[in-house]
């Protein structure tokens, strides 16, 4: 009986120190917020000052993730809002507001007054109302150091006619989050999912609400049937017939003190109303066993809408966790989802044909199956990919993606010297693999610009432009090719992390002019006549070589000797450093 008294007072005295713990966390968590607070109300004091509409054309906008593209519902515009880019040492947020006009292919910058605090991670969604209404939901601020994290929820519209923000003031909406989705439904915006995240702790969700872009009101779905489990930065996608589909995503959930496990999501789920016409709707989910070629599992995809009823989804990342590292490996495809069919296929580049071409396949024509059931049986014989590295002026790497026809059809080509020629014409160049690119689709053209990719410790974050029609898928087209100069990466410093926080987290477009600028002068005074090409080149692939060995272990397959592959894997380092300077 005494045994038992104090194992229950033991058991006791453990929650009480449990929730102990909690309330202290709690506490430390809520002082982060505050702190954040003021900051962004700082932030928002200076965004105050501005009380005009001033519309200038400018050169692209600096490289960034995390933001969203969206394409005007009535002009042949982009809008592009947001957006982080993090250079090894300073996280820099923004709230800038970008307009990329399609046929002249230009940017222009709208500084519009009272803006949105500065953000990443958060949703968008455009609606035709009024001339064009861009929605905005939720995100997060992240401090200079990257350590402490403010989830917004707060909701937003930017009357594209007017052009003016306006902040809309209703209660009952989603808790603060980012990584969240967002679509405009009939005359509703519905968001799934999301995390939060503070310093010392994280929760995933899975809730549902609905904003009704009549009434003003929030309301929280409570769809009958088991729906997907909690994650975050999933595909969601609408059917005209005004059902929602989800797909993937990531979450994680802490196995053991500091031990956390990453779940990538790959089931699909189905969530509509049930009983048309009734005063309340009802929703529910059901689940989805889609056919066809599915996603290879991964995170940081990004999504759109595409043309004839297909979803889409490009890139992201499958993080493969070594002993004490974590490799990533990141796509740059394409997967479209057909809501009407409920399958799956990947979207292959067909290259462009030349009349010849045309002519002799035009037999064919008729006993090709549907396009996506042509697209599946492509799919494993895949491209030949060409890689090529430029180094940026900072000593950073960037990659440049080729793809070259399958061998199927080099074969078919060789036939004749004209089909050799057609054979140079069918090279493609692709974007290279990204993760939380920003997608946007206008006239059946998908628009991917920016985004991140790793090599090694270093992150480079990307501010290109390419397009690809989707109706004929031949080509990708670039629209503005990526600057390594634009590249920055900075070690650690821990004396530095608090030096100009309030201008680090603003966005400092002027510092990282200056420190282009600086980093070109460093560069020029480091060329010493005695340091000999064969001596540079050892330094560089010191730095690269893991690199090298996995892209041609790659190129060269699973079976090929490991002695071979180092010496394929330093050729190629030479060739291309010796290309780049």
Not at 28 to 55: C, G, H, N, P, Y
Not at 118 to 126: F, K
Not at 157 to 171: D, M
Not at 483 to 499: F, I, R, T, V, Y
Request: glycine letters at 10%; a negative charge.
């Amino acid at each position: 009986m005494g045994k038992k008294g104090k194992r229950e007072k033991k058991g006791k005295g453990a929650e009480k120190t449990a929730a102990k713990m909690e309330r202290k966390v709690s506490r430390r968590a809520k002082k982060e917020e505050e702190d954040l607070e003021a900051l962004i109300a700082e932030f928002q004091s200076l965004d105050a000052k501005k009380t005009q509409v001033i519309e200038t054309s400018c050169p692209p906008p600096s490289p960034r993730l995390n933001g969203s593209l969206s394409a005007h519902p009535e002009k042949d515009e982009l809008i592009l809002f947001g957006g982080e880019y993090f250079n090894g040492q300073k996280t820099y947020l923004y709230n800038e507001l970008y307009v990329y006009n399609i046929r002249k292919n230009s940017w222009s910058k709208v500084e519009i007054p009272n803006p949105p605090p500065r953000r990443c991670a958060h949703q968008a969604a455009v609606v035709p109302t009024a001339g064009g209404q861009l929605w905005v939901f939720g995100g997060e601020f992240a401090s200079p150091n990257g350590e402490q994290f403010y989830h917004y929820k707060d909701l937003w519209v930017l009357h594209l006619a007017t052009k003016t923000w306006e902040q809309i003031k209703a209660s009952g909406g989603p808790s603060g989050r980012s990584g969240h989705r967002m679509v405009a439904c009939k005359r509703q915006l519905v968001i799934f999912g999301g995390f939060h995240e503070s310093a010392r702790d994280y929760i995933y969700y899975n809730d549902v609400y609905a904003f009704n872009l009549d009434s003003f009101t929030w309301s929280k779905l409570a769809p009958s049937g088991i729906g997907p489990a909690p994650r975050s930065g999933c595909q969601m996608a609408t059917s005209p017939e005004g059902s929602i589909i989800i797909y993937g995503g990531y979450s994680k959930q802490r196995i053991k003190k500091d031990v956390d496990k990453g779940t990538l999501h790959t089931d699909m789920f189905l969530l509509k109303t049930e009983g048309a016409g009734k005063e309340e709707e009802k929703w529910a989910w059901s689940r989805l066993n889609p056919s066809g070629v599915k996603p290879t599992p991964r995170s940081g995809f990004s999504v759109a809408i595409g043309p004839n009823n297909r979803s889409l989804l490009f890139g992201g990342v499958h993080d493969e966790e070594e002993e004490e590292s974590i490799e990533g490996d990141f796509f740059n495809d394409i997967y479209f989802y057909d809501i009407g069919k409920n399958r799956w296929f990947p979207g292959q580049l067909k290259g462009p044909k030349s009349e010849k071409r045309k002519r002799r396949r035009g037999r064919q024509a008729e006993a090709e199956g549907a396009e996506d059931e042509e697209m599946e049986k492509q799919h494993p014989q895949g491209p030949v990919e060409i890689v090529k590295e430029v180094v940026a002026e900072d000593g950073t790497v960037m990659t440049i993606k080729q793809v070259i026809s399958g061998p199927a059809e080099e074969k078919e080509r060789s036939e004749s010297e004209e089909e050799g020629e057609d054979r140079a014409l069918g090279q493609q160049v692709e974007p290279c693999p990204r993760s939380n690119a920003m997608l946007a689709v206008k006239h059946g053209v998908l628009y991917v610009y920016g985004g991140m990719f790793e090599v090694g410790d270093r992150q480079f974050t990307l501010s290109d432009l390419y397009s690809i029609d989707l109706h004929k898928m031949e080509e990708w087209k670039v629209l503005v090719e990526m600057d390594p100069k634009a590249q920055e990466w900075l070690e650690e410093s821990e004396s530095d992390e608090e030096d100009d926080a309030v201008e680090g987290a603003e966005g400092g477009e002027e510092e990282e002019e200056s420190s282009e600028e600086e980093s070109e002068d460093e560069e020029g005074e480091e060329q010493h006549p005695s340091v000999q090409p064969d001596e540079k080149h050892a330094d560089y692939l010191a730095r690269t070589e893991q690199y090298w060995i996995k892209l041609a272990r790659s190129n060269m397959g699973p079976d090929a000797k490991e002695k071979k592959v180092v010496k394929v894997a330093h050729a190629m380092a030479k060739t291309f450093y010796e290309d780049s300077v």
